[in-house]
């Protein structure tokens, strides 16, 4: 049993996690950190599927958990909007002068570990005139915004070198290690204060502080923690969808001056918001495994010889629920089984033309279709059996209205993978130094529903530990 204390013990390797440690050491190095992560550390994080095509179910999944969390293994996009609109909430939370601030510092440290120095968004000007008024026709909202591409792999690079330098810096490590139960004690007020974590081989570490930052991974894991200790939450928004693929000829324009086209649509029959997300220009479609199940999701390379002939990207619905309804994980959960459960624990995958007639894909078709599925082992099937009605709908109604802006993606070959959703619909209650009602607990990041996203969550651990070292 480790009786040791710390200055801060940080849940969770993802982004903000990273950050809050690398923030905090380096405006007081005299400060005790322990980072614990239940995956593994950057050079063990190897998904046997990317060489042989086949999940072998890693547990846990090595693409949403360890060192850099899900969303820098995937493909590693960083928004930089100083609006604070792109990537989550941040803003609201610190204001917009210091948001543009400590945007220009983070990029600053990505750029320092080795991010490309190119941003796309900031290139022809008449192009995006044409874009922008083309979306305008479509009654469709594009939302500018600039983005620095790290891609898959070199993302990998740049977080191994985050990694040493973290652990260069003195920063403790405990990989492979699940954080059980939190330990409480009464405050001097009555109220509850925690004094630090067990973890699932009954070790015991304390600390004046606990910052959790788990990512959409765990925060299935932070609401059962909530429940037990009545951390004040609130009913987020909840995003469901699918992943859209098709030729990458059919984004080519966009692709070339955004890399990632930002757009929100508001659907005819029932007003729902419905966003592009995670846009991969010649990349391919992936899996990802939360709790078990199966939910679609896309990579992208920087290397030219790995990229493919198709472009992806997710159509999200967000619906947000008013009370009585407060479950809005398990109901994304729920209809991530539902789609499990047809295509025995795979993502399943349904052409466009078939997705409108309400017919299943099956394989012939699948083979004799224009556009091959870069997910080689989903599974054919039909996804009106999985997606509730309304999401159907407006699935398809912006696929139409997505066609006027990239004409051809409404076409029957379009490949339609389901399902997708975004797990950071459990939002927390935090004060300005994102502080819960329990006294020396802080949460972070998409796991907290305070971000949606790599910068903005970087962004929130640099605050994190500006703010724990008295620098803020």
Same mark, same amino acid.
């Given at each position: 049993?480790?009786? %040791? ?14 950050f809050t440690a690398y923030e905090m050491k380096k405006n007081d190095p005299s400060v005790r ?14 998904? +046997? ?15 949403? *958990? ?8 995937? /493909? ?5 909007? &100083? ?15 210091? =948001? ?23 290139? /022809? ?26 891609? *898959? ?32 004690? !009464? ?38 923690? $909530? ?5 004040? *939450?609130?009913?987020? *928004?909840?995003?469901?969808? $699918?992943?859209? %693929? ?25 007003? &729902? ?30 290397? %030219? ?7 992806? =990207? !997710? ?12 479950? +809005?994980? %398990? ?45 080689? /082992?989903?599974? +054919? ?6 997606? +509730? ?32 959703v975004k797990f950071y619909s459990n939002r927390l209650v935090v004060d300005d130094t994102f502080q819960t009602n329990i006294e020396n607990l802080h949460v ?29």
């Amino acid at each position: 049993m480790s009786l %040791e204390k710390y200055d801060l013990i940080i849940v969770g390797a993802g982004p903000s996690g990273i950050f809050t440690a690398y923030e905090m050491k380096k405006n007081d190095p005299s400060v005790r950190i322990l980072m614990i992560e239940k995956g593994r550390s950057i050079e063990k994080r190897k998904c +046997p599927k990317r060489t042989t095509g086949v999940c072998v179910n890693c547990s846990p999944c090595n693409i949403t *958990t360890g060192f850099s969390g899900s969303g820098s293994f995937s /493909d590693g996009k960083l928004s930089i909007s &100083d609006h604070g609109e792109v990537g989550g909430d941040l803003a609201s939370y610190i204001g917009h002068r210091k =948001f543009s601030e400590v945007l220009d510092y983070t990029d600053g440290i990505y750029l320092k570990f080795g991010a490309d120095t190119r941003v796309y968004g900031d290139n /022809d000007q008449e192009v995006v005139e044409d874009i922008r008024r083309k979306a305008f026709q479509a009654d469709l909202k594009f939302v500018e915004a600039k983005v620095r591409h790290l891609g *898959t792999e070199k993302a990998y690079e740049i977080y191994s070198l985050i990694q040493k330098e973290i652990e260069r810096m003195g920063i403790e490590l405990l990989f492979n290690t699940m954080v059980k139960d939190f330990i409480m004690e !009464a405050g001097p007020s009555g109220n509850q204060k925690i004094t630090g974590v067990e973890t699932d081989d009954g070790a015991r570490y304390y600390a004046d502080k606990v910052v959790v930052g788990v990512g959409r991974e765990g925060s299935n894991w932070l609401k059962s923690m $909530c429940d037990r200790y009545r951390i004040d *939450t609130q009913v987020g *928004t909840v995003d469901i969808g $699918c992943r859209i %693929e098709t030729d990458a000829a059919v984004t080519a324009k966009i692709d070339s001056i955004f890399y990632e086209a930002k757009l929100v649509y508001y659907t005819k029959t029932f007003d &729902d918001k419905v966003r592009t997300f995670c846009w991969n220009p010649r990349g391919e479609v992936s899996e990802e495994k939360y709790d078990e199940l199966a939910v679609a999701n896309g990579h992208s390379y920087k290397d %030219e010889a790995l990229k493919t002939k198709n472009t992806n =990207f !997710a159509l999200l619905v967000s619906k947000h629920f008013t009370e009585p309804f407060n479950s +809005p994980i %398990e109901y994304g959960l729920y209809i991530a089984r539902l789609g499990n459960m047809l295509s025995g624990n795979k993502v399943l995958v349904q052409r466009y033309g078939d997705f409108k007639r309400g017919r299943r894909t099956n394989q012939e078709r699948l083979v004799k279709n224009n556009i091959q599925p870069t997910l080689r /082992d989903a599974v +054919p099937g039909d996804l009106s059996l999985v997606l +509730p009605y309304r999401l159907m709908l407006d699935i398809v109604e912006s696929i139409e209205a997505l066609d006027h802006l990239m004409p051809g993606l409404a076409g029957d070959g379009t490949l339609i993978y389901g399902v997708e959703v975004k797990f950071y619909s459990n939002r927390l209650v935090v004060d300005d130094t994102f502080q819960t009602n329990i006294e020396n607990l802080h949460v972070l990041g998409d796991g907290a529903g305070l971000t949606r996203g790599l910068m903005q969550a970087s962004m929130n651990g640099v605050c994190m530990g500006r703010m724990l070292t008295g620098t803020w």
